[in-house]
């Protein structure tokens, strides 16, 4: 109620403004003076004028200021897109970084090496074994069997478990029965102290030396010797710490090189195994 009559109020305002507007615009032809009357109306009408013209300018800096808002978010809109552009086109030059780095380590683990190698991608990791086990994507007709080192440029990674003729399963270094099957024979040290390498919990191997007196320091790294499945001159890792808290048998634990959690290329390493020289003796 109260709103209409306001309504109403300015509806019969603006009416009579128009009224005495047109009159005085008919008055005003043909005249050079201005009459007291139309001095006491324009004065009357003076602070309505001024009203009108602060609403006019308000009007248009609200309009003004919707327009600059609505550039203001499609513009913070584009460069939200840009910028999620640009975060992609980072990522994806990080990961051919990393990748670039990784096959330039491939490849010169291959010029460095006096074995012939086969390069496998891992496709999969075993369900049941997940830490224990990988898949790759070279088989039997590749030349893999059963029983040789699979290595990449940190080092050791594990051996052939069984093969497919187009895929085969590898044993990782960090699995507890890895020792077992031969690989239990077979470590040196660069001052050319040996021993025998076995798995223990935690990823972790053990070395036990030949000697009662070994020298052995935290750091060194450890050697595959060739005594053994596995042939010689892979890097299986580096000495951890030192036992000697038995008298006879002295022993070292080993870190291993290779972070089995994170294999996406590997190097077959194509050498002779007990079979192959089984199937070829006399």
């Known amino acids: 109620m109260r709103y209409n009559k306001h309504l109403r109020l300015l509806g019969v305002a603006l009416g009579a403004l128009m009224v005495i507007f047109i009159t005085m615009a008919l008055t005003a032809r043909g005249r050079t003076?201005?009459?007291?009357?139309?001095?006491?109306?324009?004065?009357?009408l003076?602070?309505?004028q001024v009203a009108t013209d602060w609403v006019g300018d308000q009007t248009r800096g609200i309009v003004d200021s919707i327009?600059?808002?609505t550039r203001l978010r499609e513009e913070n809109a584009a460069l939200r897109e840009q910028v999620?552009?640009?975060a992609q086109d980072r990522a994806l030059i990080v990961q051919l970084q990393h990748e670039n780095q990784r096959l330039r380590s491939e490849l010169g683990l291959k010029e460095r090496t006096a074995y012939p190698m086969l390069t496998a991608e891992v496709i999969s990791r075993s369900a049941e074994n997940w830490y224990q086990t990988i898949i790759i994507s070279k088989g039997s007709r590749d030349g893999v069997r059963q029983g040789m080192a699979v290595v990449n440029w940190q080092g050791l990674v594990g051996k052939v478990a069984y093969t497919t003729p187009y895929s085969s399963t590898v044993q990782l270094i960090s699995d507890a029965g890895f020792s077992e099957g031969g690989f239990g024979?077979?470590?040196?040290?660069p001052n050319g102290e040996q021993g025998v390498l076995e798995t223990v919990e935690g990823g972790y191997l053990r070395m036990r030396f030949w000697s009662t007196d070994p020298s052995v320091e935290v750091g060194q790294p450890v050697y595959t010797s060739g005594q053994g499945v596995m042939p010689a001159?892979?890097?299986?890792?580096?000495?951890?710490?030192v036992d000697t808290s038995t008298s006879f048998v002295k022993s070292a634990i080993v870190r291993p090189a290779v972070d089995v959690h994170k294999l996406e290329v590997v190097q077959v390493v194509l050498t002779r195994t007990e079979d192959d020289r089984g199937s070829s003796a006399p």
Do not use: C, H, S
Request: aromatic content about 8%; cysteine-free; proline content about 6%.
């Open 233 to 241: 001159d892979l890097l299986v890792g580096w000495i951890e710490e």
């Open 84 to 86: 999620a552009e640009m």
């Open 46 to 48: 003076y602070p309505f």
């Open 33 to 44: 003076a201005v009459t007291p009357l139309e001095k006491g109306i324009a004065t009357l």
């Open 185 to 189: 024979a077979g470590a040196k040290l």
């Open 67 to 69: 327009r600059e808002l």
